[in-house]
């Protein structure tokens, strides 16, 4: 049975039509997501001076899925986004995304690039540029220094820039400094500035913390109507809005999942009301 | 075409590079013709001082590259301006040729001086002007690479890079005061006879340095405009105020650092290597990290982020400075510190922010449509 699979092993890493996996660059990974998740992640360990962060988490997204994630304070959601955008290292598990696409291996600018896009709990867009140029930067493309010196805008990635300013709903914002918008026209600039990567995968970080409730509903609206071409995965604090966009609900607790399902079968569920709901 | 396109706006830019033009036809022309007796005749020391201004003019704008749009706070580019000029010293020695006190037709007089035999390996070349020239940009930048590579790759920023570029330059003074050095130690390097043949002390070269520092400023201030106003330049002002965002979306932070740091090093170099043949010495006190403060304090006082503050502060400061160490040597440096004190407060940005509030308040016409 061993000698088999090894045998198999064997054969496979010796295809000729293959390269060995440490020999193939990044930039040539094709994103593969032929058995439906765009995400996995398995066995995840990581502690801060002894505190676990993160324990023995495994998470799975499903390409175009909207996934909410929840938990209290300290159950580790943001360290778990930390490792997939590359800015935490875990000290054991693997973290794929797609197939093929080892994302351990990768930096935090490459894993922008091959499609995972992150938006931070506090809004941060860049205040000195105007709307349109803050789309502008966040454009998919080469962003090596040279090239970008020399950049000019071609009509069909000003029509891009439209295209999400539609989306975003700031058209009429565009000549306008990110530092004068509001607090929620921030956050949609700030999910537009993703949308330019042209991201898989989109991580939002409690995108309705402070915001009104018309605010809010246009949120949940702009998220739903990523899903299907993008898969999202957002962490929220804000239980009506979580119920107001979910398939999919993950409750952290303590660095691993705790329960996982719809939102009336979360809430049923016994342990979850005792470590969070019940509070 | 880009040249029209990267000074779109910059209203401050051009009114400084007209008046520079101006300037630059007015000099010679009061300098070289009209008659030393008459009024109007501008001394070949006023021409030389200029020169000076507008030599530190363009290191000021080299510094306001990378603090006002980078937000990298130098306290060393008086290094690489240092650098710059010492290259230029190196070649104005050599050709001094065998002129000098000892005769030597090699060595230079401090290397006779201090009884050494032949010409350290790293004063070969400097005989010839190209291999000078390029040393000029290449030293400071391969310093600047080196340096930033080092610094930018582990991140370092804020306040902690301020300090390490300040013991960059203080390390720099030390090592140049050694004899061992081969720079000629604390006297540095003086006496220079011509430059490509040409007598240093006559007024037609004076007036032509001053030209080449003119021309220079208005072509540094244009390449700086160029990038500010490009695609990177936007990712600069980003990297400024959202360091880790600009990451985020996929920009090698780093490696966009290390490059405007490294330009701003070269124009610093060429600045240094323009001021020493008009100040007729290079030594180890360029080096000193008041230099790098003081320089910085111009483009403060100037206006960040406006490239033509920069200028504008370089210049009124310098003149003040010459004006005040001639007329109360004590008082200049409370009036720096004073005047500093003052910008902070009142004028955070600086003359060129003053100026835009003034012009604010009238209507500029077109001002909407750019």
Known sequence: MTMQSGWRQFQESMRRDRQFDFMVSWKDLELDVSHGPILYLEGLNVSFD?????????????????????????????????????????????AFFGQTIDLLRLSEPEIAEIGIGRKFQKPTVFEQHTVFENLELAMAGDKRVFPTLFARLSPEQRGRIDEVLGIIGLTDQVRRPAGALSHGQKQWLEIGMLLMQDPHLLLVDEPVAGMTHQEMDRTAELLLSLQGRHSVVVVEHDMDFVRSIARRVTVLHQGSVLAEGSMDEIQNDPRVVEVYLGE | MSLINSMRGDTGGLVMLAVLAAVAVAVPVLNLAVPAGSAWHLSTYTVTLLGKYLTY?????????????????????????????????????????????YGDPVLPDFMVFLNWKELPWFWHGFDMFWFTALMVVLVPGLLAFVFGWLAFRSRVTGVYLSIITQALTYALMLAFFRNEMGFGGNNGLTDFKDILGFDLQSDGTRVVLFLASALALALGYWACRRIVTSKLGRVAVAVRDAEPRVRFIGYRVDRVKVAVWTFSAMLAGIAGALYVPQVGIINPGEFSPLNSIELVVWVAIGGRATLYGAVVGAVLVNYGKTYFTGAFPEAWLFALGGLFVLVTLFLPQGIAGLLRQLSRRKPVAGEATA
């Open chain 2, 57 to 101: 003019a363009l290191l000021a704008v080299a510094v306001d590259l990378v603090w006002g749009y980078l937000g990298i706070l130098s306290l060393g580019h008086g290094a690489f301006f240092a650098l710059g000029g010492y290259a230029m010293g190196m070649y104005l020695m050599r050709q001094i040729g065998d002129r000098g006190v």
């Open chain 1, 50 to 94: 002894g505190f676990r962060a993160i324990n023995d988490l495994n998470f799975y997204v499903d390409a175009g899925e909207l996934r909410c994630v929840i938990g209290p304070n300290g159950a580790g959601k943001t360290t778990m986004m930390d490792i997939i955008t590359g800015k935490t290292r875990p000290d054991s598990g693997s």
